[in-house]
Structure formats: structure tokens, C-alpha cells
């Protein structure tokens, strides 16, 4: 079991930026996957960004180049750093981590507000 929880929401105007943080239940060295997703209303919860075990990172086209998926393993958390945050970046984001075994299995966070508004 893996238990999240997402921190950092809230609301900014368009070009601020905020840093989202997530912490895992236990050591994410554990786990082989962990991510951001968002959803607007009314829209599909989306990939924002993932990173892998070994530090591998993908992200949305939408927000390369302004996103960055970070981790701290002696905290067990997982950041992400939005900087020029546009109001189609609003949404709820969620924070998922994937445990690679027999079965594999996915868990999510309650997720946290972002709002982008002048």
C-alpha cells in the first residue's frame, strides 16, 4: 500500500509560478513509478509528468519547458515546479504512483486546486 498526499495548490496569476509536493507512505525507492496527472472540468485527467526509479522524466508537450518533475527520496516526496502558469494550466492535480509487481497496481492522492487567474 501506498498512501499520497498532495500539497502546494492554490491560486496564482497568469506567468507566477508554484511548486506542488507529494509524499509517499513509505520509501519511493519502492515504488517504480510516481507522476502528476491534472483534470479540468469537464476534460479527461491528463499526464502532466512522470519520473521513473531510475530518473527518467516525460512530460505533456503542454508544459515542457516550464514543468520539472523532481524527487527527494529522503523525504519520500515528489515535486513538481510549474513556472509560467497559464489559465489552461487550471485544473485538479493529482499525484499517482505505480508499484511494477504481480499484480501492479496504482495509487492516487486526493489531489490539490491550481488555479490560474488574474
Known amino acids: 500500500q501506498v498512501q499520497l498526499v498532495e500539497s502546494g495548490g492554490g491560486l496564482v496569476q497568469p506567468g507566477g509560478s508554484l511548486r506542488l509536493a507529494c509524499a509517499a507512505s513509505?520509501?519511493?525507492?519502492?515504488?517504480?513509478?510516481m507522476g502528476w496527472y491534472r483534470q479540468a472540468p469537464g476534460k479527461q485527467r491528463e499526464l502532466v509528468a512522470v519520473i521513473s526509479s531510475g530518473s527518467t522524466t516525460n512530460y505533456a508537450d503542454s508544459v515542457k519547458g516550464r514543468f520539472t518533475i523532481s524527487t527527494d527520496n529522503a523525504k519520500n516526496k515528489v515535486y513538481l515546479q510549474m513556472n509560467s502558469l497559464k489559465p489552461e494550466d487550471t485544473a485538479v492535480y493529482y499525484c499517482k504512483a505505480v508499484v511494477v509487481g504481480f499484480p501492479t497496481r496504482d495509487y492516487w492522492g486526493q489531489g490539490t486546486q491550481v488555479t490560474v487567474s488574474s
Open positions: 513509505r520509501s519511493i525507492f519502492s515504488i517504480n513509478l
